[in-house]
């Protein structure tokens, strides 16, 4: 089961930043955040990651509360293309280790 | 990011006849590849790992016998769907395992039995 809780939808104008929450209340000290998104009838396309800090790159920013309980991902200036689901997921980092996927977010984006 | 292919990209097929989908890393080795089933409207259920050289361990409720899976290369798995049905009418989507960190996902094969 996923140990995620995300909102089901959440609704984003153009050019503003979009802020989708993660509830992660029973993480452990070994699993990292992982972020991806799928685009409608795609596979799902990784975003980011992280273990305790804070992490950016050229598509996001995972924020990651102190306790780890929760988490936000940041695109900076959404545009219509990165309507998706998000996913936000916990896991450990041994190889061969699934990701499992909870519902997601889906997160419209409108001009 | 890595790149990982599947083929085909959609498959029509008539009820009783075997399907086989390819997933390729195109530019790294994958010791663990993992295939996922997507019906309408809901979220990716894991249905099996699969690792090079070794039997794939299949998750509660996805009968091996059914779905075979082969990942007989670094670059290569195969699931092989065996006298499809119409419930068996999905997304199939693969994944590819990169040094235990990151995972890359393929486009996704649709498969319709008619």
């Known amino acids: 089961d996923a140990k995620t809780t995300q909102p089901p939808s959440m609704d984003c104008a153009e050019g503003r930043a979009a802020n989708l929450p993660c509830n992660h209340s029973?993480?452990?000290?070994?699993?990292?955040v992982y972020w991806y998104r799928q685009i409608h009838s795609q596979g799902p396309q990784y975003i980011i990651h992280?273990?305790?800090n804070n992490e950016t790159n050229e598509m996001a920013s995972l924020i990651i509360t102190e306790d780890r309980k929760s988490s936000t991902l940041i695109l900076p200036h959404a545009t219509l293309r990165d309507t998706a689901v998000y996913y936000c997921?916990?896991?450990?980092?041994?190889?061969?280790?699934?990701?499992?996927f909870g519902k997601g977010t889906t997160l419209s984006v409108s001009s | 990011g890595a790149v990982v292919s599947q083929h085909p990209s959609r498959v029509i097929c008539k009820s009783g006849t075997s399907v086989k989908i390819e997933c390729r890393s195109l530019?790294?080795?994958?010791?663990?590849m993992f295939w996922y089933r997507q019906f309408p409207k809901q979220s990716l259920m894991l249905m099996a790992t699969?690792?090079?050289?070794?039997?794939?361990?299949?998750e509660q409720g996805v009968e091996k016998d059914k779905f075979l899976i082969n990942h007989a290369s670094l670059t290569l798995s195969t699931l092989t769907v065996t006298s499809a049905h119409p419930e068996d009418s999905s997304f199939y989507i693969c994944?590819?395992?990169?040094?235990?960190?990151?995972?890359?996902f393929g486009p996704g094969t649709r498969l319709l039995v008619l």
């Open positions: 994944s590819a395992d990169i040094g235990g960190e990151t995972q890359y």
């Open positions: 029973t993480i452990s000290g070994n699993e990292y």
């Open positions: 992280g273990l305790k």
């Open positions: 997921i916990v896991r450990v980092h041994p190889a061969g280790t699934a990701l499992i």
């Open positions: 530019d790294f080795q994958a010791t663990t």
């Open positions: 699969s690792n090079e050289g070794s039997k794939a361990t299949y």
